[in-house]
């Protein structure tokens, strides 16, 4: 089992940010997308990295913006190498923890409503459908599921 550390990622982490992005998606962001994130202060933007590896590879990524009612998931990718081990699961609990004193911003996302991998995940993390965007994803027209969270209560 790989130890995985999860730290914010900074533009050092684009290389590897884009290699896992290309291996996940048909219409992949580009590198000015992925930039324009790493630098805008309200976005949380977390890498999981392979600890027990020397060279510390990602294994996967988390980019949030804040926006005024909502922390918006724009873009979670696990590397295929990596998947099935909870990658995902880790950094959007990370972004619970960091985003838990917010008490007015729940989370929301928008996922392939063919997805079911990913739709299952969110809700085992308290994530509800709330509608439907028709033809969403520019690459063949596929609606997005909107889910929502309500905001992270601290115990």
Request: hydrophobic share 40%; net charge negative.
């Amino acid at each position: 089992m790989t130890t995985i550390e999860l730290r914010r990622l900074g533009l050092g982490d684009l290389a590897d940010i884009e290699r896992i992005e290309r291996r996940s998606y048909v219409t992949p962001w580009s590198r000015s997308m992925f930039a324009g994130e790493l630098a805008k202060p309200s976005s949380i933007c977390l890498g999981a990295f392979a600890a027990d590896d020397e060279n510390g590879e990602l294994a996967g990524y988390l980019i949030v913006s804040r926006y005024v009612d909502a922390w918006h998931v724009m873009n979670v990718a696990t590397d295929p190498d990596h998947r099935g081990r909870g990658v995902a699961t880790m950094l959007l609990e990370r972004l619970f923890e960091l985003t838990a004193d917010d008490a007015r911003r729940g989370y929301t996302l928008e996922v392939r409503v063919s997805n079911a991998t990913a739709i299952a995940l969110y809700e085992r993390l308290g994530f509800e459908s709330r509608g439907i965007r028709r033809g969403y994803y520019t690459d063949n027209r596929e609606d997005a599921l909107i889910m929502w969270k309500e905001p992270v209560a601290r115990a």
